[in-house]
């Protein structure tokens, strides 16, 4: 994979502290963002990536590092029988994998930008990611746990179908509020303390931390279940906001009918 050049190599930071005060300044809104996300995972990010930075990888490379952390833990999750130390391994496998996550964004946004292919490439790990998270505790439960009712199989299926429901929604709602964009995104409003908790339920973090209770399967699944209704309260809420939001695009003027705008990767940096 191949550097992306700096926009201003003459104001590019030079070591890890530099790089550090440098990301302070490049952080992409907090605006919705949930309480685990928002106040942990961006600052692990954070450091992540002007680590990366200093040892010369790309965001690519980052994505690419995120990916084998995230996809290790959930191989551990169906392939292993719970137990205390697995749910630590777990916990940790995606905790670190998640921060990854957010510091391919940032070593992006610190090197001068994205690219269209570093956006598909994390949106497609991220697919992968959330719908194999929860096949895997599917496949886990029916393995390894002797359930009273196999009904309880329906909460990780649900749960796959939630959370790739969410994410689609998500990325397809600001998908087409760029593409029907004429002018420059509107500033974002002030991230509310208050509604990044409220929305907590939702945060991919959280649901990473939760892991730890994995080999305590008599709290673990209650507390799954939990989440996953929150996961599909949230959604039904979110879907009816986010369709009034797209229906309001469709009486704004469309941006197809005038030269193509340079591509905005805001989405992944």
Sequence with gaps: MSAQPVQNPAAAPVGFRAALHRLASKQKSAKGAPAYSRFVNRKLGRVLAAVSYVLGLTPNQVTAISACFT???IALIALVEPAPWLGAAVCLALVVGYAFDSADGQLARL???GSASGEYLDHMVDAAKISSLHSAVLV??????????????LVPLGFTIV???MFFGMILKDLLARARRTGPAPAPAAPS???SLLVVPTDYGLLCVAFLLLGFPSVFAPVYALLFAGNALFLLAASVKWFREVAGLDAAPSAGASAAPAVDTGVRR
Excluded: E, I, Q
């Excluded at 886990?140 to 199989?153: E, I, N, Q, V």
């Design 71 to 73: 996809f290790t833990g």
């Design 111 to 113: 090197r001068g930008g």
């Design 140 to 153: 886990s439960w029916y393995r390894f746990h002797d359930l009273d009712d196999p009904a309880w199989l």
């Design 163 to 165: 959370a790739a429901v």
């Design 193 to 195: 303390t208050l509604r």
